[in-house]
């Protein structure tokens, strides 16, 4: 997965979703939260070190994606280390970024739509920086 890096110094990755079996909820935010069927999705990013990614549980429209569902992209927010080193500030940024290209993640995404099914999958990927 390519690294973006954010406006504000932050980093994350664009990953997409497609699925079939499940209620997709309206169409749209305004309706789906009115009638509250709207699937909750979230997504993790780890390696052996731990959780990389940030809270992104959320509630989104999908739309249809052939004979299934899904959605287009969606950005993953994630951190340099699980837990910050003492020394983070004196390890070179590059270095630490060419360590994590080097590392198997786990990337799990998670649905549970409105009608309560849930469905979680995940696949190693590698990440590479810009």
């Known amino acids: 997965?390519?690294?973006?890096r954010g406006s504000q110094g932050g980093q994350h990755v664009w990953v997409s979703?497609?699925?079939?079996?499940?209620?997709?909820?309206s169409r749209d935010v305004s309706e789906g939260l009115r009638n509250d069927d709207l699937p909750w999705i979230s997504f993790e990013l780890e390696s052996i070190e731990g959780?990389?990614?940030?809270?992104?549980?959320?509630?989104?429209?999908?739309?249809?994606v052939g004979d299934g569902w899904g959605f287009l992209e969606r950005r993953v927010p994630f951190r340099h280390w699980?837990?910050?080193?003492?020394?983070w500030a004196d390890i070179p940024r590059e270095e630490r970024e060419e360590e994590m290209e080097g590392m198997d993640f786990t990337l799990r995404a998670r649905v549970e739509d409105a009608c309560g099914?849930?469905?979680?999958?995940?696949?190693?990927?590698?990440?590479?920086?810009p």
């Open 1 to 4: 997965l390519g690294v973006e």
């Open 117 to 129: 099914d849930v469905l979680e999958d995940e696949r190693i990927v590698r990440i590479q920086f």
């Open 17 to 25: 979703l497609q699925g079939d079996g499940m209620h997709p909820g």
């Open 51 to 64: 959780l990389h990614s940030q809270e992104n549980l959320l509630r989104q429209p999908l739309q249809e």
């Open 82 to 87: 699980p837990v910050l080193p003492d020394d």
